[in-house]
């Protein structure tokens, strides 16, 4: 038993032991049980011990801004657990969950805004920051990291995970995972992490939400699984298992993924919920014959809590008074709920110190991070001839500032965005004249672009338009079929080219917008996500170089939405795009992406140099040069690249295999250091077990995925 692990320590086990031997079969259905909270409160329910958690929200959309729900106070929650706790048979305490899926009141950037930091470090810090603030408001449970991989932008939900690539995936896995729940998940500050959506999501066929997903299992395990395994191994508490139909058997009922996979191979020991109504839809997938069918097929399969759908509470006592079910299932269940409850010290300290909200929430401190973490999640994709940053001496004196999200502020929090407040935000135009030092004059011009506006224009050196898309265009049940900016915005930015006025363009978007045209029109392109909270100052200090940008795309940028999905890590084909001849390519494109994975620019330019490659044994230490060729201080992100040239299957032209971040006086150069192991180049074999096959491997190391310096070793 690993005992490092809160999830199984002895005195757990023994303390769940004794508890579960006293329950009866609706206490135990109950802790199986989680509710909406209703008003009025389900008292009764939970004094018969039938409710074990409450999802403090009140729709699925929630988090898209479509249905709001209401502010979560901890003396709600601690009247809700007095009852549990004093007035029920055995006083088991109730688990509070909520959505914090980039930051509670303080809203960070969304996640992949968080993945283009590629700074693990300091998504920790965001993660540990989102805790300590919904724990003040009685939450112990966030239905966060969500970890599926997106190879398709189309699928909305592309804005709340770590991007295309498993390996920095797995790297924000861990980091989360730690932030959230810390190195003692019972301290008052701590949340349970919930990794989800367990697993393969965002494979869903044609990018469109809640899609079925047929995709090799050697590909879920290669590309979809390993933030998952990176989750659990850094102690994630729950798991949550998705809507999706994985090749035939619904994720909610599929044992493979839920026993074999989860438990067996990997020892989990926490337990999983179901999302949503995800139980009873089992019906509607048809592999279930009614809710009961259904909460048998889940909790045989390995789901241990149903959120909402009732399946359990309602069916499970009968299917196993029935004999269809064993109790013994139930009781696993039960513990796996129990041990996360005892390791949350819940059954310790069940209430929330409602004076602690006031100190913890939206500091000065708190801001500052997410500033910073939005000046790190910018990527800057163009800046013709250094435009950028805004120097006083520069020919850009009289700034006009306009576009449909320049004077915007709740929409710079992004898509599931719950506890945040639109009046906590400086919009970008507010934030750039606030902060504007002289000589610059900002006027903030109106967002309907009009005659006035043109004649404006007339006397200005430059346009910075704030574009992009709408939240609700992004996240749960939003998936678009055409990845151009909405309707209007490319117009807007032509009229404004063809009056002659350079243009910065600051885009706001919850996935990777196909952008060509815009892109050669601009002058200069920061593409910011959507920043949260601190984002308008994030915008306007990078624009007057009090920061610097230093983000690194987590995904392909596509020039055109016929190109999804594309991805860096591909495999060869036998006719590869830029074959002559026939190749596997488009004929009305250019082969290739608009940006690569991992590119992004810098005030300043970096040269890769010396690249060296030394073998001890088993393991191979790869390392170049790094030089700040500019004037500028900055920040590299040196990225590492492997490629598999020959084994028993088709392996990807490249995969990620390191990253360090390096910060770099002008003139100074530092050395990157990558290791390598067997272990980091195995791969699902044909048997579908992890496999290390000798050979030839190439290397880059370099900017991004489309470069790098080039070395070959044999192993
Ligand atoms: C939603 C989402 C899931 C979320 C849950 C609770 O449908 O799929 O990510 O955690 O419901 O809001």
């Not at 939003?478 to 490319?490: D, H, K, M, T, Y």
């Not at 009229?495 to 200069?524: F, M, T």
């Not at 393991?619 to 590492?640: K, M, Y």
């Amino acid at each position: 038993m690993n005992t490092s692990n809160p999830l199984s320590h002895p005195q757990v086990e023994q303390r769940v032991n004794e508890l579960l031997a006293r329950m009866t079969l609706e206490e135990k259905v109950g802790q199986m049980n989680q509710e909406l909270p209703l008003a009025p409160p389900q008292l009764d329910a939970v004094r018969a011990g039938r409710i074990g958690s409450f999802i403090t929200e009140v729709s699925a959309l929630a988090g898209a801004g479509v249905d709001p729900s209401p502010a979560v106070r901890a003396e709600i929650c601690n009247d809700l657990q007095r009852v549990a706790v004093t007035e029920s048979r055995l006083g088991i305490p109730l688990l509070f969950g909520r959505d914090v899926i980039h930051g509670y009141r303080t809203i960070f950037p969304i996640p992949l805004g968080m993945a283009a930091t590629w700074n693990p470090e300091r998504v920790e810090q965001a993660a540990s920051v989102a805790a300590m603030e919904a724990a003040a408001a009685g939450i112990k449970w966030t239905f966060a990291p969500m970890l599926d991989i997106a190879r398709d932008p189309r699928w909305g939900r592309i804005a709340e995970g770590p991007g295309e690539d498993p390996f920095l995936g797995s790297a924000l896995a861990r980091a989360m995972v730690r932030g959230f729940q810390g190195d003692n998940l019972s301290r008052p500050d701590k949340l349970a992490a919930c990794a989800k959506h367990y697993a393969g999501y965002g494979a869903a066929e044609g990018g469109r939400d809640y899609n079925f997903v047929d995709i090799s299992m050697r590909t879920l395990r290669d590309v979809y699984l390993p933030p998952f395994r990176a989750a659990v191994d850094a102690g994630a508490a729950t798991l949550m298992s998705g809507f999706h139909d994985y090749s035939g058997v619904p994720v909610a009922a599929n044992r493979t993924l839920l026993t074999d996979v989860l438990r067996e191979e990997w020892g989990f020991q926490g337990f999983v919920v179901s999302d949503w109504n995800a139980v009873h839809e089992l019906v509607v997938h048809g592999i279930a014959a009614d809710d009961g069918d259904a909460a048998v097929k889940a909790t045989t399969a390995g789901v241990d809590m149903d959120m909402i759908a009732g399946a359990y509470v309602n069916q499970l006592a009968q299917q196993v008074r029935s004999g269809r079910l064993s109790i013994d299932v139930v009781d696993q269940a039960v513990r796996r709920i129990l041990r996360v409850k005892l390791a949350a010290g819940l059954f310790d300290h069940p209430y929330t110190d409602p004076q602690r909200a006031a100190r913890v929430i939206l500091t000065p401190d708190h801001r500052a991070l997410a500033r910073q973490l939005a000046h790190e999640s910018c990527v800057l994709l163009k800046n013709e001839n250094n435009l950028l940053p805004l120097r006083p001496e520069g020919p850009f004196k009289r700034i006009a500032v306009f576009g449909p999200f320049a004077q915007a502020r709740g929409e710079l929090f992004g898509t599931w965005t719950l506890d945040g407040r639109a009046e906590d935000v400086t919009s970008i135009a507010d934030a750039l004249r606030e902060t504007a030092p002289t000589p610059f004059e900002i006027l903030c011009l109106s967002d309907k672009p009009d005659e006035s506006l043109y004649h404006t224009l007339m006397g200005v050196d430059l346009a910075v338009l704030v574009v992009g898309e709408h939240p609700r265009r992004s996240g749960e049940a939003a998936s678009v079929s055409n990845l151009e900016l909405p309707a209007g915005q490319r117009q807007m930015i032509e009229s404004i080219h063809d009056a002659g006025v350079p243009i910065v363009l600051i885009v706001l978007a919850g996935r990777p917008l196909a952008i060509k045209r815009e892109v050669d029109l601009a002058h200069a392109v920061l593409y910011a996500w959507h920043p949260g909270v601190e984002g308008g100052y994030a915008v306007a200090d990078l624009l007057f170089g009090r920061a610097v940008p230093s983000g690194r795309l987590p995904v392909t940028m596509p020039r055109a939405t016929g190109q999804v999905p594309i991805y860096y890590n591909h495999r060869n084909t036998g006719r590869p795009a830029a074959n002559r001849g026939d190749s596997s390519r488009y004929i009305d494109l250019p082969i290739g992406p608009l940006f690569p994975f991992g590119f992004g620019l810098s005030y300043t330019t970096f040269r890769y140099s010396d690249m060296r490659i030394v073998q001890n044994g088993r393991t191979v230490h790869i390392s170049a040069q790094v030089t700040n060729t500019g004037a500028i201080a900055a920040v590299e992100t040196a990225q590492l690249y492997v490629r598999d040239v020959v084994a028993s299957l088709t392996r990807p032209v490249k995969e990620l295999k390191g990253f360090c971040k390096l910060f770099l006086q002008p003139g100074e150069t530092q050395t990157a250091h990558f290791t390598l192991s067997e272990e980091d180049l195995t791969f699902t074999g044909l048997d579908d077990r992890p496999v290390f096959e000798p050979g030839v491997f190439h290397v880059w190391v370099g900017a991004h995925s489309a470069s790098g310096l080039q070395g070959t070793f044999e192993l």
